[in-house]
T-cell receptor, first 109, second 114 residues
Framework: QKEVEQNSGPLSVPEGAIASLNCTYS??????FFWYRQYSGKSPELIMF????GDKEDGRFTAQLNKASQYVSLLIRDSQPSDSATYLC?????????FGAGTRLFVKA | DADVTQTPRNRITKTGKRIMLECSQT?????MYWYRQDPGLGLRLIYY???????NKGEISDGYSVSRQAQAKFSLSLESAIPNQTALYFC?????????????FGPGTRLTVL
């Protein structure tokens, strides 16, 4: 079992819709959770982090964390074609951060 | 100016050659990392360093070595390159803010070993 699992996609949504990206992790001791966006051929860029159970909102992005279910998600409201990218979930505990393989998102204009 | 820079950006080399990838940062972060990225496998940690005197192996350190020359500089070497080391390599840094480990990535080096 991979330590951080994501559906590879592609996830295709129409412009203006809500995109929902999901991630599960295996280490119950994990303390910090991150979402990175990576455009093709570019480096990952941090867009959200969350440490506590519940929701955290930043503009069109909402990160959701459920430690009991070992589940973290990212919602993107009013999706735009510029949101088309691969989204990496990363889970940290102490000094270690494990990255998922990413979900490709395609927003259709 | 970019906060995390990597050189070279692209490199093609032959099997058996020694290669060095360099990373510099102006973010003032203590922690630096080297990752490789392969399609479908995500980012995998090669080495990490929490200060100049601290070097640690990651999950895939075999065939690689590193040097932390200064707080701002962290280089990755492939002593004898092999074709399965063809990948996209990223350097990253992190500080100690917020108790987490938010990482900031350089632009990457695309390495091809023939």
């Amino acid at each position: 079992q991979k330590e951080v699992e994501q559906n590879s996609g592609p996830l295709s949504v129409p412009e203006g819709a809500i995109a929902s990206l999901n991630c599960t992790y295996s280490d119950r001791g994990s303390q910090s959770f991150f979402w990175y966006r990576q455009y093709s051929g570019k480096s990952p860029e941090l867009i959200m982090f969350i440490y506590s159970n519940g929701d955290k909102e930043d503009g069109r992005f909402t990160a959701q964390l459920n430690k009991a279910s070992q589940y973290v998600s990212l919602l993107i409201r009013d999706s735009q074609p510029s949101d088309s990218a691969t989204y990496l979930c990363a889970v940290g505990g102490g000094f270690k951060t494990i990255f998922g393989a990413g979900t490709r998102l395609f927003v259709k204009a | 100016d970019a906060d995390v820079t990597q050189t070279p950006r692209n490199r093609i080399t032959k099997t058996g050659k020694r290669i060095m990838l360099e990373c510099s940062q102006t973010k003032g972060h203590d922690r630096m990392y080297w990752y490789r990225q392969d399609p479908g496998l995500g980012l995998r940690l090669i080495y990490y360093s929490f200060d100049v005197k601290d070097i640690n192996k990651g999950e895939i350190s075999d065939g690689y070595s590193v040097s932390r020359q200064a707080q701002a500089k962290f280089s990755l070497s492939l002593e004898s390159a092999i074709p399965n080391q063809t990948a996209l390599y990223f350097c990253a840094t992190s500080g100690l803010s917020g108790g987490g480990n938010e990482q900031f990535f350089g632009p990457g080096t695309r390495l091809t070993v023939l």
